[in-house]
């Protein structure tokens, strides 16, 4: 997708899980926004913890109508007054929907999409982008990213697939996001800056103009990067320096 601002809205119909139609009658408890935004463009969110009511937020935002989460552990529940559903399979015709994945931990985000790669590879993720965000004409934002609001993505940048551009945060001109990696609220680059795959840029974090962080790397919260960050690696401190090796998929949210 090349951005210059949020998609327009267009009817839809109301999905269904098998056997049972979702209608405002049967669920009296949905407020009037979420009710009148099952007229725009319906959506499946993977996730139904806090960061999926960000994505939420973003999506209705944007011209979606979240129809439902999905979290196998929070099945029969509701969120935002939203059923949770416990997989794909209880939907009819998933083909016709739109899905987002909202996970805040990178391989974790990366791990759900394969699995559903493997099982449904035809499933619709669309960049979500809210209005607020400042994204330039000649940007582009990969399948399945979240841009939160007033998040600044700069001219010739590139934000991969399943990327997450976080509240207020700030990637500035020529800058790469590679495939599920991240910037956290607040944190801020320079131009020219390449952030490799799955790696995250945490809360209130400053990389200078230039630098490359290689892949499945982690910069601290608050921290100012001055210098290239290699694959695989944890650093933080003003100045930050590398601390610690890492693996893909450690744990980085605590």
Do not use: W
């Amino acid at each position: 997708m090349r951005c210059g601002g949020p998609p327009g809205a267009r009817a839809a119909n109301t999905p269904r899980l098998k056997g049972k139609a979702v209608t405002d009658t049967e669920e009296p408890h949905l407020g009037p926004r979420v009710r009148d935004a099952r007229k725009l463009r319906p959506l499946v969110i993977f996730g139904a913890g806090g960061h999926a009511v960000s994505v939420a937020n973003v999506a209705l935002s944007a011209g979606y109508a979240i129809q439902h989460f999905v979290d196998q552990n929070r099945k029969g529940t509701a969120l935002l007054g939203i059923p949770v559903i416990g997989g794909i399979a209880e939907l009819e015709n998933p083909q016709e929907l739109s899905f987002a994945i909202a996970v805040g931990d990178n391989c974790v985000r990366e791990k759900i999409h394969r699995e559903l790669l493997a099982t449904t590879p035809h499933l619709h993720f669309p960049p979500l982008v809210h209005p607020s965000a400042v994204i330039s004409f000649f940007t582009e934002i990969g399948d399945g990213s979240v841009v939160m609001p007033q998040a600044v993505v700069g001219p010739h940048s590139r934000v991969g697939r399943f990327c997450l551009v976080n509240t207020r945060a700030s990637i500035d001109h020529d800058c790469t996001m590679l495939d599920y990696s991240s910037l956290a609220p607040g944190a801020v680059t320079g131009g020219t800056v390449r952030i490799g795959l799955r790696s995250a840029v945490s809360i209130g974090a400053t990389v200078k103009h230039g630098l490359t962080i290689g892949d499945d790397s982690i910069v601290g919260a608050h921290s100012y990067l001055h210098r290239d960050l290699p694959d695989h690696q944890v650093a933080y401190g003003v100045p930050a320096r590398p601390v610690r090796s890492r693996r893909a998929g450690d744990a980085y949210l605590k």
